[in-house]
């Protein structure tokens, strides 16, 4: 049989998926992949059922239908207080992992230089090799999981195509500050870079972190590719709706790249989600309420066992310390919590270009029984110390 391809040699599958099916295996409660347990608005579920009776099961236009890219660019607008033209700046992608695979391949050649924040969501490493790139990693330090600019300036002097910027950002939570941002922004213009933009979390968010959209910054616009998705913010996962949302000459070869990426969204979904991307700012209110709950409920029973973590600025997600357990393999410390514990997590080492073996990721994204049921289970961790 003929050599496989040397690009992806080096791939495991995901270590975030093969956590769920650990956590299925051994019935542990699912805190590891981020998916709710709970139902999306019922009002986008009601909409799903006519939907199926009506006549929107072919092919949408390739780059998106007009009603859901007429939809996403007025609730940007709303939310960023900046203008986008539906017709030449959106392009409707299968989730935010094509949209981010799909800004790469159009804005990138092979041998081009992408910086990357670490920690990092597992894709973006694999995207850039996808891609032909290479990944230039920059730390986010902890507990803060601020960067130094000195060293994020060392990273563009060796002139990358683009910056990749998880905002609010998966694993750490951290909300980058206007400050933060402005750094970043000057930097991609002084070195001529483009800034892609991952913001599915966009609008969860924990008092007083605030969220400031990269493409508003001065000079910005054309410059950055928003990538993002209504997986989180509606709690859809399972459809897979993304977008992109750029400049309408990035745009226009995002398009030619994803139609023969996936050729179109589902169609049905497209039309069933609409109804998200039209709903007032009561719901994001609600949602972030929502998700301050379920982070106070989490983030104080892991306080109130003793546990070290960070505690987010946004997203749902908690890193917890496990260096007292004495383990050196973080994978084998989840799988054996996930087995004796009941409790599912994703070890931290896939997040980090450091070598960080001492943190494992929880999500909270999860109904107050699963929660609860959690940090029950949890009060038996210390059957994991060596």
């Not at 939310?79 to 409707?92: A, L, R, W």
């Not at 206007?178 to 070195?191: F, G, H, P, R, V």
């Not at 913010?233 to 977008?243: M, N, P, V």
Request: aromatic content about 12%.
């Amino acid at each position: 049989m003929p050599a496989l391809s040397d690009r992806t040699a080096n791939f495991t599958d995901s270590v975030i998926r093969r956590m769920t099916r650990i956590s299925n295996k051994y019935g542990a409660v699912n805190l590891s992949q981020g998916f709710p347990d709970f139902e999306p608005p019922e009002a986008i579920l009601n909409r799903l059922a006519e939907v199926t009776e009506e006549d929107f099961h072919q092919y949408a236009i390739t780059w998106g239908a007009q009603n859901f890219r007429e939809g996403v660019a007025r609730k940007y607008e709303h939310f960023s207080g900046q203008k986008v033209d539906p017709n030449s700046e959106v392009v409707v992608t299968c989730g935010s992992t094509e949209a981010m695979m799909a800004s790469m391949m159009s804005v990138t050649n092979p041998g081009d230089k992408v910086i990357v924040f670490s920690p990092f969501y597992e894709n973006y490493g694999a995207d850039t090799i996808l891609s032909g790139a290479t990944p230039i990693y920059v730390p986010l330090v902890p507990p803060s999981f601020c960067f130094d600019p000195e060293v994020l300036e060392d990273a563009f002097r060796q002139k990358p195509k683009a910056i990749i910027l998880c905002n609010p950002s998966n694993p750490c939570g951290k909300v980058f500050t206007y400050d933060e941002l402005k750094l970043i922004a000057d930097l991609a213009t002084k070195y001529d870079a483009f800034v892609i933009t991952d913001e599915v979390y966009e609008h969860i968010l924990y008092a007083p972190n605030r969220h400031v959209y990269m493409s508003t910054l001065p000079g910005m616009k054309d410059r950055t590719i928003v990538c993002n998705s209504l997986s989180k913010t509606y709690s859809i996962t399972g459809w897979r709706l993304g977008y992109t949302i750029a400049n309408p000459e990035v745009s226009e070869r995002i398009k030619k790249v994803h139609d023969f990426l996936t050729v179109g969204a589902a169609a049905p979904l497209q039309e069933a989600a609409v109804t998200g991307l039209n709903f007032g700012d009561d719901y994001y209110k609600e949602l972030q309420n929502h998700y301050t709950h379920m982070k106070n409920l989490f983030c104080g029973g892991l306080r109130n066992l003793g546990l070290s973590f960070n505690e987010p600025q946004g997203a749902y997600y908690v890193l917890l310390d496990i260096s007292e357990y004495g383990w050196k393999n973080d994978l084998e410390f989840c799988e054996a919590l996930a087995e004796k514990v009941g409790v599912g997590a994703v070890p931290g080492s896939s997040f980090f270009k450091e070598d960080v073996n001492h943190l494992i990721r929880f999500h909270f994204a999860k109904k107050d029984g699963t929660l609860n049921e959690a940090l029950n289970r949890l009060e038996k961790i210390s059957l994991l110390k060596k």
